[in-house]
């Protein structure tokens, strides 16, 4: 205890280069915890992006792609698949229900997605949970659209606005469906996944808006076919991009996915989200890898910071090794002291590393779950955190077992009197 | 126990160092002490003229325990420290004596009553003696302190705020709390002026007294020999010196 006290004092008469070092390691332990946390909640956030479904269906191309487009919205499908084998896998007696997804449009850098009733009635994410109307209710009108809350948030609109949706996914849409303008009925609650960046009208409005075109672009003139006019038409799509099913048994799952995999009347693909999740994120985990590997040298860095402020400390510090000595220190008493010293450092770099973390996190939680759909909790460090901070301070404790064993050495050698 | 060759010093009997036949060189170098026989009585104090190149740093290092010796014995209280492994020889020295160095004797970080307590943190025996003559270690070095003419005030003042001369009593006050058998002075008075000298050393004579520590006291300054019972030079001590002399 008096030993601790010794070096506390002796880091105290330090205290400048001392606190320079209890900075540097502070800000590398913040970095190496807050990587470690966004990596965790990022991954817990990436899982939990689509929750009940049981299968995707699309046309066949890669499964990671067909994930991407159907559930995170980026980029595109390759193809399109029938109406009929929607419809014809949709009534297979093991499917509970199935929600077709049709992409193609935006509106200002946002997708715009058609889909049924069932969307609102099926769809999961996170554990499970439903998607809710904050205002407003489900589209029922040909040219209703219900917005994800970021959409809403981040233009501006309210209930009753009427937007103009843009044709191609390109955020500088090149054409506008200006003639058919939309009206939002509903805003849904958010739920930190790629739902908020999605607006979502019916398959018919998605039909309407294409009904008068031909070959990938609008009609003109005589062709054109008014919002009115539309009303009147058969809007029954003959094709869409994608198609999610909940089955009644689980237990069905395979032989159905083999079975849509098998599909004759055209080439359909049909995955396991858990499974294209998994498959998605260990693409994704080479970088996030790298990132923690990098913070983990951010942390050596630290610490050899502070291996070379006690190195260079100890040649001005024989006489305070001596006068020990003479005192009757002991050799591994002098040891032990710069061993204390190093832990004494790391301990306090932990701990205000924690401090810049908790604080990092109450001032940009906000910020990152509106911006990145990432909640960061402010919980106590998990088990995981602590095994971490707990490797820090063993290898701080092995770093100061170099200078220590420097000045026992040294401290043998000099003996009781050094006059400098 | 009156041992022959110490005329004058009938009433101190007792041996407190007892050097005999010691020899030590470096490693690869030629010997650099030679003594065949030293004597130091208990509360005696002795004058140690040691001009530089006479071996006074070994001498007192292996005193100290610092070193062992090469051949030869060195006895401090009859125990034969070369016979001790070198943590024993520590725990012997810190003990059993105190040490006062030419300056810059004090951890300037540590307060002045951290300071003088620090032997008793490094020493259970010191710390009970202390403990026991003034009822806590921390009485102990006010006590001292206030004989060698420091106040209370400047108790909690850091070392390094003192002046030399300050801090040399501090170290005086340091080396004697827990009275130890052995106080040894390495030119602790080569940084004052002469004033200062002869009342620091009038102050350590009569804590050294009161304690009944043994003083061995080592300086080039031949004008203080007259103070202390005896007074020899470590030239006709060492043999070795005088081969170097020659």
């Known amino acids: 205890m008096h030993l601790l006290r010794l070096a506390l004092a002796s880091l105290a008469n330090r205290r400048f280069t001392a606190l320079l070092t209890v900075f540097a390691i502070a800000i590398s332990v913040c970095l190496l915890l807050a990587v470690e946390r966004v990596r965790t909640e990022a991954r817990a956030s990436f899982a939990s992006t689509i929750s009940g479904t049981d299968l995707i269906v699309g046309a066949r191309s890669g499964s990671v792609n067909l994930l991407l487009y159907s559930v995170f919205r980026i980029g595109n499908a390759t193809n399109n698949i029938r109406w009929e084998s929607f419809e014809a896998i949709a009534q297979d007696k093991r499917v509970k229900w199935a929600i077709p997804i049709s992409l193609g449009d935006s509106h200002k850098g946002y997708r715009v997605m058609g889909t ?17 109307l904050a205002e407003g209710k489900p589209f029922a009108d040909l040219f209703d659209v219900v917005l994800g809350a970021e959409v809403a948030e981040a233009l501006k609109y309210k209930l009753g606005d009427h937007i103009v949706l843009a044709h191609g ?41 294409h009904v008068d075109w031909q070959n990938g672009v609008p009609a003109r003139g005589t062709g054109k076919v008014s919002a009115d006019q ?15 099913l909940g089955l009644n048994s689980k237990i069905a799952t395979f032989a159905l996915q083999r079975q849509i995999n098998e599909y004759r009347s055209e080439p359909l693909l049909a995955v396991l989200p ?9 693409l994704m985990g ?66 205000l590393g924690l401090g810049l973390l908790y604080l990092g996190i109450a001032v940009s939680q906000g910020y990152v779950q509106a911006n990145y759909g990432l909640y960061l909790p402010l919980a106590l460090p998990s088990n995981y955190e602590w095994t971490l901070l707990g490797g820090i301070l063993a290898a701080a404790l092995l770093m100061g077992s170099v200078p220590a064993w420097r000045a026992y050495r040294q401290s043998l050698a000099d003996g009781l009197s050094i006059r400098l | 126990m009156s041992r022959p060759g110490q005329p004058g010093r009938p009433y101190m009997s007792q041996t407190l160092i007892d050097i005999t036949d010691l020899g030590f060189a470096w490693p690869g170098q030629a010997e650099l002490l030679d003594i065949p026989a030293f004597t130091l009585n208990s509360g005696e104090t002795l004058f140690l003229k040691g001009p530089s190149g006479s071996g006074k740093t070994t001498l007192l290092g292996l005193l100290g325990g610092v070193q062992a010796p090469g051949r030869g014995h060195v006895r401090l209280l009859g125990q034969d420290l070369g016979a001790l492994s070198s943590g024993a020889r520590d725990r012997f020295r810190v003990d059993h004596t105190g040490y006062i160095f030419q300056q810059f004797n004090l951890l300037p970080f540590l307060s002045v009553r951290e300071n003088v307590e620090l032997p008793c943190r490094f020493s259970r025996l010191r710390a009970q003696r202390a403990s026991q003559r003034h009822g806590s270690v921390s009485a102990a070095a006010v006590t001292l302190l206030g004989h060698l003419g420091l106040g209370e005030a400047l ?7 003192l002046s030399i001369g300050q801090q040399q009593r501090v170290a005086a006050a340091r080396a004697l709390i ?41 300086s080039h300054d031949q004008s203080l020999a007259p103070l202390f019972d005896r007074s020899l030079s470590l030239l006709d001590l060492n043999r070795a010196a005088r081969l170097l002399e020659a």
């Open chain 1, 286 to 351: 080479t970088a996030e890898k790298a990132l923690f590997v990098v913070s983990l040298f951010v942390v050596l860095t630290g610490l050899i910071g502070m291996l070379t402020a006690i190195l260079t400390s100890l040649n001005e510090r024989r006489r305070e090794m001596a006068i020990l000595r003479s005192v009757g220190a002991r050799p591994w008493h002098i040891g032990s002291l710069l061993v204390l010293e190093a832990f004494a450092l790391a301990v306090a770099g932990a701990v």
């Open chain 1, 230 to 244: 539309a009303r009147a038409m058969d809007l029954q799509p003959k094709a869409i991009t994608a198609f999610l």
């Open chain 1, 116 to 132: 049924s009733e069932a969307y609102f009635e099926h769809y999961r994410y996170g554990r499970a949970q439903p998607l809710k």
């Open chain 1, 169 to 209: 996914v390109s955020t500088v849409s090149l054409v506008q469906h200006d003639d058919k303008p939309f009206t939002v009925v509903g805003i849904l609650e958010r739920t930190g996944t790629p739902v908020d960046r999605t607006l979502h009208i019916s398959l018919a409005g998605m039909e309407a808006l």
């Open chain 2, 178 to 218: 827990g009275q130890p058998e052995l106080l040894i002075a390495d030119e602790p008075t080569s940084a004052l002026d002469a004033d200062a000298r002869e009342s620091f050393l009038r102050l350590l004579f009569g804590e050294c007294r009161d304690a009944g520590t043994s003083l061995l006291f080592v």
């Open chain 2, 155 to 161: 108790l909690e003042r850091r070392a390094d705020a």
């Open chain 1, 274 to 282: 858990g499974v294209a999740l998994q498959e998605l994120w260990s």
